[in-house]
C-alpha cells in the first residue's frame, strides 16, 4: 500500500525546498516527503540556470553573519558527495559616485562581522581586472571569498542527499489543497492525500496561492526577469580566475559571473522586468530589459561581444527584500521559507533553519528579520524598497 502519512512534507522543490528535503532527511531518518508541481528541474520559477552569485559582502551585519553560515552548510553539502559547488572567484562591489546605495553599508557590515576586504580605485581595479572600464570615481570593494554556487549541481546534490536519506521527492504533483487539521496537515494533490505532522512551505512565486488555503497573504511582489548571456572574442578572459563575480550597486543595479556552464558571460539587471504572476508570465525576452543590460555592457565590458541569447526567472519579493523563514502565524506545524528573490546563496542554510522550525529546534540565527508579522508585511500597502 502506497505510503500517505509523513513526519514532513514539503511544497516546492526548488532550491529552498529541496535544501529543507536534505536537511530534514539527514536528521528524521528519511521520513520526509516533496513535492513539486513540475518536473525537478523546470524553469518557470527562480532556481534554475547553471549559476548563482555568493557572497559575504552584505549590507547588514545579520545577512553578512547568515552568508558566513551558507558558506558552511555548502561546504557540508560538498563533503556528502565529494563535489565543488562554491567557486571562491572574488568578488567585486561597483559604488559610482553618487549612487543610489552607499559603500559604507557594505563596508561597515563586513567590517562589523570580521570579515576582511579591500576597497579599491578605479585605476587599481582596472590594472588587476582590464576586462572593466570603470573612472576614477567609481569605488570599488573586493572580498576575495566572493564567487558563485554552481546551481544545476547544487540542486542535484541536494536531491539526490536527500534521497539517499531516504526522502520521497515527487515530481508532477499540483497541490490542490492545504488544510491545518490541528496536529496533522492534510496536502490534496494531483497524485492523491497526504498527511504530514509538519509542513514546509517553499514555493516562490505560488507562496500566496498556498497561504490562502490558510486565510493568509503576504504583500509579494512577483516580478519576471532575465540573465543574458554575451559572447566574447577572447572569452579566456572572463573564466573563473580571470573574471570575478561583481555587481554594480546603484539603480539600475547589475551583476555578472564568469563563465560556467555555458559559452557565454552572464550578465543581468537585478529587479529590471514587469509585474506578473505565475500565470501570466512568459517566456520570451524582455527587450527593454535587454536593451538596458546591452548599454552598461558596452560601457563597462566592452570586451563583450554579441548578446546569445536570455533566460527568464520570476523573483518573488516583500516589500522590503527580506526573507520570510518563521512558523505561520496560528499554523504552529507549518512553516514558511521565502527568499525574496536573493536567496540561492543562502539555500543550504535556510533550509536548515527551516528544518530547525519544523523540528522545534531553535535556529542558530536570531531571525526577527524574516518574521512572518514583522510591521512591513502588516501594512496594507507598504512603501516597497527593492535595492538591497
Known amino acids: 500500500m502506497e505510503r500517505r502519512h509523513y513526519k514532513h512534507i514539503i511544497l516546492g522543490l526548488g532550491a529552498l525546498g529541496s535544501a529543507a528535503a536534505w536537511a530534514l532527511a539527514r536528521r528524521s531518518g528519511g521520513d520526509v516527503l516533496g513535492l513539486e508541481q513540475y518536473d525537478l528541474d523546470h524553469a518557470r520559477g527562480g532556481s534554475h540556470d547553471h549559476s548563482r552569485i555568493i557572497r559575504l559582502s552584505y549590507n547588514t551585519p545579520f545577512y553578512v553573519e547568515l552568508a558566513k553560515g551558507a558558506y558552511a552548510a555548502w561546504a557540508r553539502l560538498e563533503a556528502e558527495h565529494d563535489l565543488p559547488l562554491v567557486h571562491r572567484v572574488g568578488g567585486l562591489d561597483f559604488f559610482p559616485e553618487g549612487g543610489a546605495i552607499p559603500l559604507s553599508d557594505y563596508a561597515d557590515s563586513l567590517t562589523a562581522a570580521g570579515v576582511h576586504f579591500d576597497l579599491l580605485t578605479g585605476e587599481e581595479t582596472r590594472k588587476r581586472w582590464p576586462q572593466f572600464r570603470i573612472d576614477d570615481s567609481v569605488r570599488?570593494?573586493?572580498?576575495?571569498?566572493?564567487?558563485?554556487?554552481?546551481?544545476?549541481?547544487?540542486?542535484?546534490?541536494?536531491?539526490?542527499?536527500?534521497?539517499?536519506?531516504?526522502?520521497?521527492?515527487?515530481?508532477?504533483?499540483?497541490?490542490?489543497?492545504?488544510?491545518?487539521?490541528?496536529?496533522?496537515?492534510?496536502?490534496?494533490?494531483?497524485?492523491?492525500?497526504?498527511?504530514?505532522e509538519k509542513l514546509i512551505i517553499a514555493t516562490g512565486a505560488w507562496t500566496n496561492e498556498i497561504l490562502a488555503q490558510l486565510g493568509l497573504q503576504l504583500p509579494l511582489t512577483v516580478t519576471q526577469e532575465q540573465v543574458n548571456y554575451f559572447a566574447a572574442e577572447h572569452l579566456s578572459q572572463f573564466m573563473p580566475g580571470r573574471f570575478p563575480a561583481w555587481i554594480w550597486l546603484d539603480d539600475p543595479c547589475f551583476y555578472g559571473l564568469p563563465v560556467h556552464g555555458a559559452p557565454g558571460v552572464k550578465v543581468g539587471q537585478d529587479v529590471?522586468?514587469?509585474?506578473?504572476?505565475p500565470a501570466t508570465r512568459t517566456f520570451e525576452p524582455d527587450l527593454g530589459t535587454l536593451r538596458r543590460v546591452s548599454r552598461f555592457v558596452q560601457r563597462v565590458l566592452p570586451d563583450l561581444g554579441p548578446h546569445l541569447f536570455s533566460k527568464p526567472c520570476l523573483y518573488t519579493m516583500t516589500p522590503d527584500r527580506d526573507f520570510v523563514v518563521d512558523t505561520v502565524p496560528d499554523h504552529p506545524d507549518i512553516v514558511l521559507a521565502a527568499d525574496a528573490a536573493h536567496g540561492f546563496k543562502f539555500a543550504a542554510v535556510i533550509g536548515e533553519i527551516a528544518a530547525d522550525l519544523a523540528a522545534g529546534v531553535t535556529p542558530a540565527f536570531d531571525l526577527k528579520p524574516f518574521a512572518f508579522d514583522r510591521p512591513i508585511l502588516r501594512e496594507a500597502n507598504p512603501v516597497r524598497r527593492f535595492l538591497t
Open 140 to 196: 570599488v570593494l573586493h572580498q576575495a571569498d566572493g564567487g558563485f554556487v554552481s546551481a544545476r549541481s547544487a540542486l542535484g546534490a541536494l536531491r539526490r542527499s536527500a534521497r539517499d536519506h531516504g526522502a520521497r521527492l515527487l515530481e508532477h504533483t499540483a497541490v490542490q489543497s492545504v488544510r491545518d487539521l490541528g496536529g496533522l496537515i492534510e496536502v490534496v494533490t494531483s497524485s492523491g492525500v497526504f498527511e504530514g
Open 272 to 277: 529590471g522586468g514587469r509585474e506578473v504572476t
